[in-house]
C-alpha cells in the first residue's frame, strides 16, 4: 500500500511537471533601456496567445510569477513585466514609496516595449495579445488598452479606471474588470460610470462588483481582504474571458 502510494505521488509529480509552463528570465529595450521581465511559455507547440502580465504595487514577487505560470499553463504566452526595475516592496509604505516613484511616461514606454517584445516572438500569435493585471497592474492594463490599438483583450482587477469619453474611445480590446464593492480607492460608482461610458461608445465591456470584497480580495497574502470563493469565481471568469478573446 505505501509503495503504492509512493508511486502514485511520484507519477503525479511527473506529470504536473510535464505540464509545468517553462519561465525564464528575458530582457528587451525600453527607449535607451535594457528591461527585464520573466517569459512563461506553454507546454507543447505554438504559436500562442499571449498576455502582458502586470504586477500590484508590491513589484514582481512571487505572487505574480504564479499567476502568470498559471495563465501559461492556460495556453498563453505569458510575460510578467517588471515596472520597478528589479525592486520588490515587503511594506505597505515601500510599496507606496516606490510606486510614486515610477515616471508615468516610462511606465507606459515599459508596457509598449512588452507589447513589441511579445510581437516580436515567434511562437506568439502577434493579433492575439492582451493584458492582465492587479491593482496597480490592473490600472496599467486599462493603460495598455488605451495605447495599444491591435490589442486584444484586457483584464483589469481592481485597477484604476478611465471615465474621460474621449480616452476610452480609443479602446478596441475587449475589457473584462473585476472589482470589490467595499474597495474605497476604486468604489462601485467609479466602476458603473466607467462601464456607462463603454456602454455609450458601443465598446465591449464586462463588469463584475463583488459585494463583500474589498480591494486585493484575490490575493492570500492579503490576509484580511482575502475572500476566496470571489477570488476563485474571478479566476473562472478571467479564464473564460480569455478563451472566449485570444483562443477564439
Known amino acids: 500500500m505505501k509503495k503504492a502510494l509512493v508511486l ?3 507519477v503525479l509529480l511527473a506529470t504536473a511537471t510535464a505540464l509545468a509552463a517553462d519561465g525564464k528570465s528575458v530582457s ?15 507546454a507543447g507547440k505554438g504559436p500562442f496567445p499571449a498576455l502582458i502580465v502586470i ?11 504564479d499567476q502568470a505560470s498559471k495563465l501559461a499553463d492556460q495556453g498563453y504566452a505569458s510575460l510578467a513585466i517588471d515596472l520597478y526595475r528589479g525592486k520588490v ?5 515601500m510599496a507606496h514609496e516606490i510606486m510614486r516613484g515610477v515616471p508615468e511616461d516610462r511606465a507606459k514606454r515599459d508596457l509598449h516595449a512588452a507589447f513589441e517584445f511579445l510581437t516580436s516572438q515567434p511562437n506568439v500569435k502577434k493579433d492575439r495579445i492582451g493584458s ?16 495599444e490599438s491591435t490589442l486584444a483583450a484586457t483584464v483589469i482587477n481592481y485597477g484604476h479606471l478611465a471615465t474621460d469619453a474621449d480616452a476610452l474611445k480609443k479602446i478596441n480590446a475587449p475589457i473584462l474588470g473585476l472589482f470589490g464593492g467595499q474597495d474605497h480607492g476604486i468604489t462601485p460608482a467609479d ?12 465598446k465591449k465591456v464586462k463588469v463584475k462588483i463583488y459585494d463583500d470584497a474589498g480591494h486585493a480580495f484575490e490575493n492570500p497574502n492579503n490576509k484580511d481582504g482575502y475572500r476566496a470563493a470571489d477570488a476563485a469565481d474571478a479566476w473562472t471568469r478571467t479564464v473564460d474571458f480569455l478563451a472566449g478573446t485570444l483562443k477564439k
Open 132 to 147: 492582465i493585471g492587479w491593482c496597480m497592474g490592473g490600472g496599467y492594463s486599462l493603460d495598455v488598452a488605451l495605447q
Open 55 to 65: 504586477h500590484e504595487w508590491w513589484g514582481l514577487n512571487d505572487w505574480v510569477k
Open 89 to 93: 516592496a515587503t511594506t505597505p509604505d
Open 191 to 202: 466602476v458603473n460610470k466607467f462601464k456607462a461610458t463603454m456602454d455609450q461608445l458601443g
Open 8 to 10: 502514485a505521488l511520484a
Open 28 to 42: 528587451y529595450k525600453s527607449g535607451d533601456e535594457t528591461v527585464q521581465g520573466v517569459l512563461y511559455t506553454p
